[in-house]
């Protein structure tokens, strides 16, 4: 079973849509979670982070965790052309370091 | 733009050769962690450095070693390349006083292995 976990996709989505992205993990003690979107041939750029049960929402994008089910999950409304990218799910399990584990992302296409 | 820089931008190397990739983090971060994404995958933990000591490694041979200087700027190490070894390397920066000890990547260097 991998650490981190996610549709790879693609996930196609008309403009203005709702975007739904979904990532499971195993270790249940993980502290941190993190949404990354990474464009292609770019690098991964922070976009959530969230440590608390429930919701979290910055401009256009909500993330939803739920440690008892291990799943953390990002909302992006209104969805754009130039939403379209990659998206990956990180955790920072627990103890030790600052290692982050990262899906293998899934990838969003929003179609005008 | 996150503040950290990384160099070269591309690099082509033959199997065998040896490289060295180098990152500086964003002001005021005094962790640098090294990551290793192939085409298709998330990246992948390499080692992160804090205070100048390797403090965690992931799962790579020790062909692959590090260095941090007193002013947190870093360099990543690669004895003997193998073709695997072909990928995308990115540095991330980080504070752990924060509360999520967010992690923030420089633009990466593309490294070719023929």
């Known amino acids: 079973q991998k650490e981190v976990e996610q549709n790879s996709g693609p996930l196609s989505v008309p403009e203005g849509a709702i975007a739904s992205l979904n990532c499971t993990y195993s270790?249940?003690?993980?502290?941190?979670f993190f949404w990354y979107r990474q464009y292609s041939g770019k690098s991964p750029e922070l976009i959530m982070s969230?440590?608390?049960?429930g919701d979290k929402e910055d401009g256009r994008f909500t993330a939803q965790l739920n440690k008892a089910s291990q799943y953390v999950s990002l909302l992006i409304r209104d969805s754009q052309p130039s939403d379209s990218a990659t998206y990956l799910c990180?955790?920072?399990?627990?103890?030790?370091?600052?290692?982050?584990?990262f899906g293998a992302g899934t990838r969003l296409a929003v179609h005008p | 733009e996150t503040g950290v820089t990384q160099s070269p931008t591309h690099l082509i190397k033959t199997r065998g050769q040896q490289v060295t990739l180098r990152c500086s983090s964003q002001?005021?971060?005094?962790?640098v962690s090294w990551y290793q994404q192939a085409l298709g995958q998330g990246p992948q933990f390499i080692f992160q450095?804090?205070?100048?000591?390797?403090?965690g490694r992931g799962n790579f041979p020790p062909r692959f070693s590090g260095l941090q200087f007193p002013n947190y700027s870093s360099e990543l190490n690669v004895n003997a390349l193998e073709l695997d070894d072909s990928a995308l390397y990115l540095c991330?920066?980080?504070?752990?006083?924060?509360?999520?000890?967010?992690?923030?990547f420089g633009p990466g260097t593309r490294l070719t292995v023929l």
């Open positions: 991330a920066s980080s504070f752990p006083g924060t509360r999520n000890n967010e992690q923030f």
């Open positions: 270790d249940r003690g993980s502290q941190s």
């Open positions: 969230i440590y608390s049960n």
């Open positions: 990180a955790v920072r399990l627990s103890g030790g370091y600052n290692k982050l584990i």
């Open positions: 002001s005021g971060h005094n962790t």
């Open positions: 450095y804090y205070r100048e000591e390797e403090n």
